[in-house]
């Protein structure tokens, strides 16, 4: 069974880069051809996509978001990263990696159980 | 970027009762490529609905998705006690996005 987990620093600084990893277990990134994606929840808010990676490195990003953010894949690990960077406390939120499916434009599951990332000096 | 309206925002019915959820797109959603997903206090979202009446594996088939173009509907045929939640639906036709959440909670 296919499970995602998030992972980094719970608390970052105003004007810093915020830096998350996603392990995936019980399946390999890079062995099957799927799309896979962060997306956030401020505290008691709905849900935002932040970007897609395809295993091979290819990057899709919200407009939104798109000038600070940067996602990247380790299949040497099992991994994908996300950096965001010079963030403010409107970036305080839960982090969920997740896998989409074999194209782009998908849904997404399953997701990671989730990380609490708060920008706080 | 399409903007998702959920509605109502908050739900109030009883188990064994019908919910019908709406999720208004503010332009068409191309093949239909819409979501849904249950969301529990403190835990992620489970997806319940793909291709907006595809159920995902494992989910009960009290739960049923309808729509296209600009308008969808979840519906819950009898809720259930485990079913009172939040819900969110999400466009995948373009640049992805999610509605701001439909709570359903017990009367």
């Known amino acids: 069974q296919l499970q995602l987990q998030e992972s980094g620093p719970g608390l970052v600084k105003p004007s810093e880069t915020l830096s998350l990893t996603c392990t995936v277990s019980?399946?390999?990134?890079?062995?099957?051809?799927?799309?896979w994606g962060w997306i956030r929840q401020p505290p008691g808010k709905g849900l935002e996509w932040i970007g897609s990676?395809?295993?091979?490195?290819?990057?899709y990003y919200n407009p939104s978001l798109k000038s600070r953010v940067t996602i990247s894949v380790d299949t040497s690990k099992n991994q994908f990263s996300l950096k965001l960077s010079s963030v403010t406390a409107a970036d305080t939120a839960v982090y969920y990696c997740a896998r989409l499916r074999w194209e782009l434009l998908s849904w997404f599951d399953p997701w990671g159980q989730g990380t609490l990332v708060t920008v706080s000096s | 970027e399409i903007v998702l309206t959920q509605s109502p925002a908050t739900l109030s019915l009883s188990p064994g009762e019908r919910a019908t959820l709406s999720c208004g797109a503010s332009?068409?959603?191309?093949?239909?490529?819409l979501a849904w997903y249950q969301q529990k206090p403190g835990l992620a979202p489970r997806l319940l609905i793909y291709?907006?009446?595809s159920r995902a594996t494992g989910i009960p088939d009290r739960f049923s998705g309808s729509g296209s173009g600009t308008d969808f509907t979840l519906t819950i045929s009898r809720l259930e006690p485990e079913d009172f939640a939040v819900y969110y639906c999400q466009q995948y036709g373009s640049s992805p996005t999610f509605g701001q959440g439909t709570r359903l909670e017990i009367k």
């Open positions: 291709d907006a009446s």
């Open positions: 019980g399946g390999s990134i890079s062995s099957s051809s799927y799309y």
């Open positions: 990676i395809y295993y091979s490195g290819s990057t």
């Open positions: 332009q068409s959603v191309s093949s239909s490529y």
